[in-house]
């Protein structure tokens, strides 16, 4: 057992800049390998399979990531800055896959960021409670309800407007993703702070269904790839998803607990930058 350091909520969140990055980059990666497989003619450079298989290695380091900052400080702490690694797929996306944004998609994505770093910022002055004052019993079932829910309505979506199947194909993906983070942060609680690793046998149970979560964020979006979906429109509400599950689930699964002005402000931001970043203009892949 280690207790929570007086800089642990710091680390956690540069872990969470981190591992955003990391993981941004390899949405990037699988979106090019797909559509570098789906090319008949020879593209220079590395194959699509190569492309697809790095970038799927990247994307399963997503729980070590979680696994690493819970040591320092309640799981929303690196959550909150997840959204920070979507300049780096802007980038690549536009760059290496033509996926170039306009200006206001750019703004909105810049409104997205803008909006973590105020939920972070909020988080780290007020504080958030401990994983081990978390009810698991609510968060087993929003888990529960989220992964009967998503793809019922991901195949309904199958029909509908490319920008449509962006947004609810990154919200769920993000969705699944948090709720990974949340329980595996549930199995490392202890009340004087975090363990590297669950220590009873119903902690073990959470960390093993943890991993359910991530494999349901990588099937919604390789999901989301595979309908045309634009990787830089997905990680946007991806983004969203991922930030916002945690704010809501947790003050919810705690007792005495509230949702705090700058997570109200945070939550608008996140929410125009979505509108702007959803507006019509850049190319579907």
């Not at 280690?2 to 969470?16: E, W």
């Not at 690196?78 to 200006?103: D, H, I, Q």
């Not at 073990?204 to 991993?211: C, K, N, Q, Y």
């Not at 991922?242 to 947790?250: A, E, F, I, R």
Request: net charge positive; proline share 6%; charged share 10%.
């Amino acid at each position: 057992m280690s207790p929570y350091l007086q800089d642990g909520p710091v680390i956690a969140m540069l872990i969470g800049v981190l591992a955003s990055a990391v993981i941004h980059l390899s949405q990037g990666l699988m979106k090019l390998g797909i559509q570098r497989i789906r090319t008949p003619e020879p593209v220079a450079g590395l194959s699509g399979r190569t492309l697809h298989v790095t970038g799927m290695a990247l994307n399963f380091t997503a729980p070590l990531w979680v696994i690493l900052a819970n040591r320092f400080a309640p799981t929303p702490f690196f959550t909150s800055m997840y959204a920070t690694g979507l300049l780096v797929l802007l980038a690549f996306s536009c760059y290496k896959m033509g996926e170039c944004l306009r200006p206001v998609q750019v703004a909105g994505a810049g409104v997205i960021v803008a909006g973590t770093l105020l939920i972070a910022g909020g988080e780290y002055i007020a504080g958030t409670p401990s994983m081990a004052t978390v009810d698991p019993r609510i968060v087993i079932a929003v888990a529960a309800g989220w992964l009967l829910a998503t793809p019922v309505l991901g195949w309904f979506m199958l029909g509908r407007r490319t920008v449509a199947r962006e947004l609810v194909f990154g919200l769920a993906a993000g969705g699944f993703l948090a709720l990974d983070a949340l329980l595996k942060g549930l199995a490392q609680a202890d009340p004087e702070g975090s363990t590297f690793l669950p220590q009873t046998p119903a902690a073990w149970g959470l960390f093993a269904a943890s991993f359910v979560g991530a494999a349901g964020a990588f099937g919604m979006m390789q999901w989301g790839f595979a309908r045309g979906c634009r990787a830089s429109i997905v990680a946007a509400n991806y983004n969203v998803g991922y930030v916002m599950v945690p704010l809501l689930v947790v003050p919810l699964a705690t007792t005495g607990a509230g949702i705090g002005w700058w997570c109200v402000a945070g939550v608008a931001l996140l929410a125009l930058g979505v509108m702007a970043v959803q507006r019509e203009g850049a190319p579907a892949q």
